[in-house]
């Protein structure tokens, strides 16, 4: 059963474009929102994470937004540029619980 | 700098074979996973530990085992090798309490090959 549901699963996006990446979650008890960034050969590595008692949450280019009434965030990156391409994935956990990751997006921003 | 290294980036293997996919972390963590990665489906959890010699099954467990003898190193093993354990394979720590969830550290991975 797939707890947090992750879309599109890829992206193309011209340089200074923003690409939007989704995520729905159905376990309400969810409290830590992450999101893993992964280069080709490399593993996952953390991004940028929110806790649901703030609405956004900026690091540089890169924002998440948070909706608790609809269960839903997203990944917001601001001027993206080709270094920015990468597969990106959301997670959810509950308490300190284990991670439940989404399906990942690739994202390729074009010169 | 943290680190998690794993033994080997690329393995192929034989229908049948035991395997051992090792890992180790440098961080004093508590909390070690491995998961496999197959394009579509993210990131699965296999197995996870939270201390040494303790072991929890993760979501897709069947057909692996683990071993924690040493708080730095964990270990995931494949009894029997079969052709749908193709995959990459990624072990990583995180620190934090009782129980895991806060950043977990990834290593490289392991792109395996059953023949």
């Known amino acids: 059963q797939q707890q947090v549901k992750q879309s599109p699963q890829s992206l193309i996006v011209q340089k200074g474009g923003i690409p939007i990446i989704n995520c729905a979650y159905e376990n309400t008890a969810f409290d830590y929102f992450p999101w893993y960034q992964q280069f080709p050969g490399k593993g996952p590595a953390l991004l940028i994470a929110i806790r649901p008692d703030v609405s956004e949450k900026k690091e540089g280019r890169f924002t998440i937004s948070f909706n608790k009434s609809a269960k839903q965030f997203s990944l917001h990156i601001m001027d993206s540029q080709p270094g920015d391409s990468a597969t990106y994935f959301c997670?959810?956990?509950?308490?300190?619980?284990?991670?439940?990751f989404g399906t990942g997006t690739r994202l390729t921003i074009i010169p | 700098d943290v680190k998690v290294t794993q033994s080997s980036r690329y393995l192929v293997k034989r229908t049948g074979e035991k395997v051992f996919l090792e890992c180790v972390q440098d961080m004093d963590h508590e909390n070690m996973f491995w998961y496999r990665q197959d394009p579509g489906l993210g990131l699965r959890l296999i197995y996870f530990?939270?201390?040494?010699?303790?072991?929890e099954k993760g979501d897709i467990p069947e057909g692996y085992s683990v071993s924690r003898e040493k708080k730095e190193r964990f270990s995931l093993i494949l009894e029997s090798a079969s052709t749908n354990q193709t995959s990459m394979y990624l072990c990583a720590s995180s620190s934090g309490g009782a129980r895991g969830g806060n950043e977990q550290f990834f290593g490289p991975g392991t792109r395996l090959t059953v023949l």
């Open positions: 530990s939270y201390d040494v010699k303790m072991k």
């Open positions: 997670a959810a956990s509950e308490g300190n619980e284990k991670l439940t």
